[in-house]
């Protein structure tokens, strides 16, 4: 199953309640544009049946793959304030973010890519955890200089075991929830994390202006229970800057991410080999307003903005 809201918000929102089975879990998990969740709800399916044709015959046509690709697939420049909580792996409000059918189709024809190996810019998996360890999946960012990649979104999804418990007509109460993590690593160093505190059966993990190099996601846990992990990552040039009109000697930083911390970094020689910090933002949506250095150096200076992993 897949709980559907709508582009502005105004539908039923945050955790399932106590008297629900595994209260607490994240809702909605994927919001479309629509006057009416019965209506959004609508184009949510018809994308899950455009993507069960599409991929009849594979794993991606299991029902954990389709919820996987398409929340993987689902965009957050509609929602500049989209922001994953720490212990939880969805947006309180928005979800994975709104039903974008041309992703979700890009990455359910990218095909399946086994662990191990070396990931392509998108793809999708379905397969038994490890027992006995987790399961690695590289994906190389290209370029060089201010290239790489504008986002990556990556979603873990998996069943809820819902037994029968009583015999005959009525059905059992209760379940069991198997326990994964996805983690994301660059250079052996975790950088991102989804691990919900409640009983989710998805985890998520989306990351802007992520520079050139190899990145390995990383699935853990489970037990011997199935998952389905898809993923993309969108070429692009990053963090924007550019000069308010307005407010001489102040910038305009854009395509940030909520509630991450950047460090402004300062230097009067572009080819220096130390920047100086001169600032740290912690911005509340994509964009952040103009900035201005509280103590410019006399003649030129050059600035730069840096992510805070775990800032």
């Known amino acids: 199953a897949i709980s559907v809201g709508i582009t502005n918000g105004g539908h039923s929102r945050g955790g399932t309640p106590i008297g629900i089975d595994s209260p607490g879990r994240s809702k909605p998990e994927i919001v479309a544009f629509s006057n009416y969740t019965s209506f959004a709800t609508a184009r949510v399916a018809s994308a899950a049946a455009l993507l069960r044709a599409a991929t009849a015959g594979t794993a991606a046509a299991q029902p954990d793959a389709i919820k996987a690709i ?79 990649a504008d986002e990556l979104s990556a979603v873990l999804a998996w069943h809820r075991l819902v037994p029968d418990t009583i ?29 919900s505190a409640a009983g989710d059966n998805v985890e998520h993990i989306y990351l802007r202006n992520l520079p050139p190099g190899t990145y390995t996601l990383r699935v853990e846990g489970g037990g011997t229970a199935e998952f389905a992990l898809a993923w993309r990552t969108e070429p692009g040039p990053g963090i924007r800057a550019a000069l308010d009109p307005d407010l001489p000697g102040a910038i305009v930083f854009s395509h940030l991410m ?54």
């Open 70 to 148: 398409l929340m993987a697939g689902a965009t957050k420049e509609e929602f500049p304030g989209w922001q994953r909580p720490a212990n939880a792996p969805l947006d309180p409000v928005f979800g994975a973010g709104e039903l974008n059918v041309f992703h979700a189709y890009r990455i359910a024809e990218a095909g399946q890519a086994p662990p191990g190996g070396s990931a392509p810019a998108r793809g999708w998996d379905r397969r038994a955890a490890a027992p006995s360890g987790a399961h690695d999946y590289t994906i190389t960012i290209p370029g060089s200089g201010n290239a790489g």
């Open 258 to 311: 909520a509630g991450e911390s950047y460090a402004v970094e300062r230097a009067t020689d572009l080819t220096a080999a130390d920047w100086e910090d001169v600032a740290t933002l912690e911005p509340t949506g994509a964009d952040f307003a103009a900035w201005q250095d509280p103590d410019p150096p006399a003649g030129r200076a050059f600035y730069r903005l840096r992510w805070v992993v775990g800032g």
């Open 167 to 195: 015999p005959g007509r009525l059905w059992g109460a209760g379940s069991e929830l198997p326990d994964f993590d996805l983690a994301l690593f660059h250079g052996g160093t975790e950088i991102a994390r989804s691990q």
